[in-house]
């Protein structure tokens, strides 16, 4: 068994596809999902290629990151493990390569976002060193 984390190809892009549809749709049952949902269309995998990656067992696609970067700051737009391959360490391994391209890129700052109760993406993110800044709280009008 051989796992990696790679830059993302254009091959790629169906196995991300469907995975982005499977976070989505998990996304609709978690408080915040659908506002978040709302706030962030898919992907465009094509323009993504050169900012993200993805996470493989076996060459099996089965996760993705993708960063975006606005001047010093890089953002974790979407990180995503199928819900099978967690605890592989694929999470992990996806927000370091967004941590050492963030530093390449010359960031000073990088984000993530994780929903009210996300309790596997905010351990994600601790474990990287990542520390909530501030909490967004709404209520629909």
Same mark, same amino acid.
């Given at each position: 068994?051989?796992?990696?984390? &790679?830059?993302?190809? *254009?091959?790629?892009?169906?196995?991300?596809?469907?995975?982005?549809?499977?976070?989505?749709?998990?996304?609709?049952?978690?408080?915040?999902?659908?506002?978040?949902?709302?706030?962030?269309?898919?992907?465009?995998?094509?323009?993504?290629?050169?900012?993200?990656?993805?996470?493989?067992?076996?060459?099996?696609?089965?996760?993705?990151?993708?960063?975006?970067?606005?001047?010093?700051?890089?953002?974790?737009?979407?990180?995503?493990?199928?819900?099978?391959?967690?605890?592989?360490?694929?999470?992990?391994?996806?927000?370091?390569?967004?941590?050492?391209?963030?530093?390449?890129?010359?960031?000073?700052?990088?984000?993530?976002?994780?929903?009210?109760?996300?309790?596997?993406?905010?351990?994600?993110?601790?474990?990287?060193?990542?520390?909530? &800044?501030?909490?967004?709280? *709404?209520?629909?009008?």
């Amino acid at each position: 068994m051989h796992d990696a984390v &790679r830059p993302l190809t *254009s091959d790629d892009i169906p196995a991300v596809v469907a995975l982005e549809a499977e976070a989505r749709t998990a996304l609709l049952d978690q408080r915040g999902g659908p506002a978040h949902l709302d706030e962030e269309p898919p992907a465009d995998w094509g323009a993504a290629i050169g900012r993200a990656w993805v996470g493989t067992l076996d060459d099996v696609v089965l996760g993705y990151l993708e960063l975006i970067y606005h001047g010093t700051a890089a953002r974790v737009r979407q990180v995503f493990v199928h819900p099978e391959a967690r605890e592989l360490g694929l999470g992990d391994a996806l927000l370091a390569a967004a941590l050492e391209a963030a530093r390449a890129a010359g960031c000073t700052v990088l984000e993530g976002t994780a929903l009210p109760g996300d309790r596997e993406t905010k351990n994600l993110y601790e474990r990287a060193g990542i520390k909530a &800044r501030k909490i967004v709280v *709404s209520v629909p009008l």
